[in-house]
């Protein structure tokens, strides 16, 4: 069995906006080695989230395990793949095709494993990889007490580390001072009809695995700004 990475962190949406498919993802200008919350509300409540790890070592592939603890939080099956947990990953802010796995729950964690050992390439150990899942993947069984989750990001024995998760949106969810302009990146895809279709100012033409039931199609991709920074920046 591959080697396991697990972690957890910030909270990222897939959305349909009029009839155009829109995928967010966070990318590497979010904090390295955390795990951001969609909400800290008493539960039973659907909580999204958002992994963003660097590796302690360098691997030869994508391999990413999350352990999510199982004191507070339970989640769905992925009958359908990684679509049904609404799970999305990148290395250094581009988006990238992955395969996901569950495995049975041990030492107080359930665990997801992302992966892509057949064009991700060689993972460095300045390299950030963002991970992303749904609401409807994780559910918070009660009242929040911040358990950590595991995270590990390794080929062989897993060297797991432990990241407590913040509130998406909270200063405590960036490691910088909370002076400092939060200047997470997000980045933005919309589906379009075909090849030779223009894409809107501001976006660049592209090919992506979400449209079309993840089929695959043609897209227009952009960068934007989580939060918009002061002016100046």
Do not use: K
């Amino acid at each position: 069995m591959r080697s396991r990475v697990r972690a957890c962190h910030y909270v990222v949406t897939t959305a349909l906006v009029a009839g155009l498919g829109v995928v967010l993802a966070p990318i590497a200008s979010a904090v390295p080695n955390s795990v951001v919350l969609s909400s800290f509300d008493s539960g039973p409540v659907g909580v999204a989230g958002t992994v963003t790890f660097t590796p302690p070592g360098g691997t030869s592939y994508l391999v990413l395990t999350v352990g999510i603890p199982l004191s507070e939080y339970t989640t769905s099956g992925l009958s359908g793949g990684c679509a049904s947990g609404g799970i999305t990953a990148a290395i250094n802010g581009t988006p990238i095709q992955v395969s996901c796995s569950t495995y049975p729950p041990g030492g107080g964690f359930s665990r997801i494993e992302i992966y892509n050992y057949w064009s991700s390439g060689p993972v460095s150990t300045s390299d950030v990889i963002t991970m992303t899942w749904a609401d409807s993947f994780v559910t918070r069984t009660g009242a929040a007490s911040g358990s950590a989750f595991e995270v590990a990001a390794s080929i062989g024995t897993p060297v797991y580390v432990s990241v407590t998760p913040t509130l998406a949106g909270s200063p405590s969810s960036s490691s910088e001072s909370s002076s400092a302009p939060d200047m997470t990146t997000w980045h933005q895809s919309i589906s379009r009809a075909a090849s030779e279709a223009a894409c809107p100012t501001g976006y660049t033409p592209s090919w992506a695995q979400w449209p079309n039931g993840h089929q695959g199609g043609w897209v227009c991709n952009r960068e934007v700004f989580a939060f918009q920074p002061e002016s100046g920046m």
